[in-house]
């Protein structure tokens, strides 16, 4: 290296480009190694524009850099992200080809990414004061005095009060001006930041081997525990994080949806004995960066979380647990395509702590690892605490009249289930009131202007909406083509069923869970106490599938079955049959023996009768067979370059020259172009490149060499584009 070459930070930024950022350090001061990992405020592009990147190296520059400028500020005194989490940060940026800087924005929470300095993590609870006590048993019942007899047990943390006591803050700040209670800062550990603890039950002996088989090792060890629903596999959780606790380590549980973390908590609360930190989408921001800063500074020792969650720092890592693991949510759709299970296994093996993976119906991918002794393999046969599984039978539909999507044995099942006092789920992975509005005189249907796609019928009949992108329209007085009355919605979607089923049951408690009814924060969770334990109705979507444990559940008729048994998916079949086999699950978890009905057209389909046969492993099996015979995932691996315009000419113009672009390549095959299964969404044209190889490594190699040049291409300037590695649908 020429002597007199100056020192530079290397930062990345948060913008779409592959490269890192050269400055020179600020005028005022010099840099060393312990600026990696910290955040800098940076003049960038033209003006006064300024961005907040990651300093990632320090070093001499490449040339004299006469033209470089100093860092405007340093944000952190001592590195943000750095060791591990910077590491691994690097490898994704690698693996997925995306831009470090991008993937830095991804990990941390928004108000980091602004430059706002870590939140304060101190954890403050409340207690009566001697005013307080006296006046719990005065005055009348209501919220306020019952807040203050809960108080007059001990301290509570606000994060425990969040759970046990949602609303609680007005009441309290109105306690607190009257001088009955007090705002104090506690100790992360304290009985006030925690709970009362609950006692465990006693393990199976599938959960006790679980957790045998995790003690057996040291480090890095990766064990997926395929178990029935309702076989414990929570418990096994709790007691491997509560051995890691027992350490003074720290534990990263993963859940896939938002409407899971609620149940989660409370559980995990009310056994392990420590706060128990949240970050999810549903969260404020502070509230997500006070989550993140808590377990970067080792004060937080359990965090619950979606996909993001999985960029947490954990400086005294012992256990990572990724719940559901087959659910497809943990997919990042959009900006930097990762996998947090993924990346779980990669933080997990560089952290040297054992992961669980869980799952009644585990993705391929995960079963052809552990078929390969990649990963160790642990099966929960039976249902914990004596329940039995649930009767599946499936009703043929064929020459039978259907009320709405539902057959008359399906009602009078339901009918039954209530007059025994106990509650149905009536399954339906589809929202709204009709899927198509058709012309019955003509065939008119009606379709979304901007997508290749039917407008989906709302508010009982009254507005179209598109579900791809949210265009919405009235529903017209009379057919556009023909001007016919003899508009009709065709099929049933869960606003349609809730109708249906009010008007049957009219004095039946009925409740409808979908996105529409799910918006508010906790909504799903309150939906769920509102029913209780009494004879009630549910109807949703894929958000009643996963994980929620209904005790008085005890009947599931699942409807559009039909919808998932032809399809070009090549996953359509492995989806199918973990959502039948999830949704299944909910139905008889406790004392009370479980019923599922199946509506179908066609009863005798393969996938049917081999699910009925022999479950889910015998699903797996057969389609483990077709994969490897077809060389699709897991015994091949798959990247996708998508791209979209507003006219399809120049979709076309740029796939075609990086088709061109792609030398052939030994081992790396190129498909396409290909129009994406939707041609046309949310107005742009669309299509798409598949890449297929048999390894990894070929594969990596050509994207190494083909992206700079398909980013020199002046058609890319005229659409937008994006690489999906281990893509999980080709839509």
Known sequence: MPEGLPTVLRVALPIPLPQCFDYLPPKDGRIGPDWLGCRVRVPFGRGDGERVGLVVDVGPAGHQATDLRPVLDRLDAEPLLAGELLDSLRWAAGYYHAPLGELVATALPAPLRAGQPLPDTAVHAWQTTTGGRAAADAGRDGRPRRLLRLLLAGPRDETWL???????????????????????????????????????????????????????????????????????????????????????????????????????????????????????????????????????????????????????????????????????????????????????????????????????????????????????????????????????????????????????????????????????????????????????????????????????VHAGGRRLVCHHCGARAPVPNACPDCASLGLQPQGAGTERLEQALAERFPTARLLRVDRETTRRRDALEKHLASLGNGPGILVGTQMLAKGHDLPNLSLVVVVGVDEGLYSADFRAGEKLAQLLIQVAGRAGRASKPGQVLLQTHHPGHPLLTTLLAGGYPAVAALALAEREAAHFPPFAHLALLRAEADHEAAVQSFLQEAHRLFEAREGVIANGPMPAPMPRRAGKARGQLLLEAARRGPLHAALRDWLPALRALKSARRVRWSLDVDPIDLY
């Open 162 to 456: 969040d759970q046990a006591e949602p609303g609680w803050r007005e009441p309290m700040r109105r306690l607190q001006a009257r001088g009955l209670v007090e705002r104090i800062r506690c100790d992360p550990v304290s009985p006030a930041a925690s709970g009362p603890t609950a006692p465990a039950p006693e393990p199976t002996p599938g959960q006790a081997e679980a957790l045998a088989v995790l003690r057996a090792g040291e480090g890095f060890r990766a064990l997926l525990l395929e178990g029935v629903t309702g076989s414990g596999k929570t418990e096994v959780y709790l007691r491997a994080i509560a051995e890691v606790l027992a350490q003074g380590r720290q534990a990263l549980v993963l859940v896939p949806e938002i409407g899971l973390t609620p149940q989660t908590l409370a559980r995990f609360r009310t056994r392990l004995g420590v706060p128990v930190l949240a970050m999810h989408s549903g969260l404020a921001d502070g509230e997500r960066a006070r989550a993140w800063a808590a377990m970067a500074r080792g004060e937080g020792r359990v965090l619950v979380g979606t996909r993001s969650a999985v960029f947490c720092p954990l400086p005294r890592a012992g256990l990572i647990v990724v719940d559901e693991e087959h659910d497809a949510s943990y997919k990042q759709q959009d900006g930097v395509r990762y996998h947090a299970r993924d990346l779980a296994l990669v933080r997990a093996r560089a952290l040297g702590v054992p992961v669980l993976l869980g799952s009644a119906t585990p993705s391929l991918e995960s079963l052809q690892n552990a078929l390969a002794g990649r990963y160790g393999h642990v099966r929960l046969a039976q249902r914990a605490g004596g329940a039995r599984p649930p009767v599946v039978r499936v009703l043929d539909l064929r020459r039978r009249p259907l009320r709405d999507g539902l057959c008359e044995e399906a009602l009078q099942a339901i009918g039954t289930c209530l007059e025994r006092g106990e509650q149905a789920l009536v399954f339906r992975n589809r929202r709204g009131y009709a899927p198509v509005l058709l012309c019955h005189d003509c065939g008119w249907s009606a379709r979304c202007a901007r997508c290749d796609s039917a407008m989906t």
